[in-house]
């Protein structure tokens, strides 16, 4: 890396700390008590975002740091088949949007990435969860942006480029997660000898 990228990284999550850290434990708490109660997390992206949305599922689905029960969480770009489908049959902007509203549940969350937050998908599906009653959170890069408009809470990393805003985002789904598995009271298992 070179010391231009590596320092934009450390000044951009030094002017985020306080407030991504602390929303993200917000967002974390709240999470455990939807996913807890057996609700939902759907999360969309594209390109790098959709790989940000599909590693927050995997650690939901799997486990973070301590094994825990699985929890209900759907990366919206990973079912290819409903995504191509969707996207010949109504375009492009639909692609997550109708799965928002397939799968959403009221009271559900969908957390919406994407580095512009100007993505017309991903802002089609944070319009949807609210017609389903879900709540809609944003990662994206700098505001004012559409994304970060249309949903609930947002968190707009500012960052001269989309490398180091993803860079950031990565950082928030791991505070995310800690902050779920703290919430629900997951600790460490016991080696039995």
Known sequence: MSREHL????????AMEDIAGARAVLWGRHLAGVLGAGGRLL????GGSA?????LTGELVGRFL??????SAIALHADTSALTAITNDYGGHESFARQVFAHGRPGDVLIAL?????????VSAAKAAHEVGMIAWALTGPAPNTLAAV??????????????????????VHAICLAIDEALGVTPLKLQL
């Open 114 to 122: 994407s580095t512009s937050g100007a993505s017309r998908n991903v």
């Open 43 to 46: 999360a969309c992206g594209n």
């Open 66 to 71: 301590h094994d825990r029960r699985p929890l």
């Open 7 to 14: 320092a934009a990284l450390r000044s951009a999550l030094a």
């Open 151 to 172: 949903c609930d809470d947002a968190i707009a990393v500012e960052a001269p480029n989309a490398a180091t805003v993803q860079e950031i985002h990565l950082a928030i």
């Open 51 to 55: 790989a940000e949305a599909q590693h």
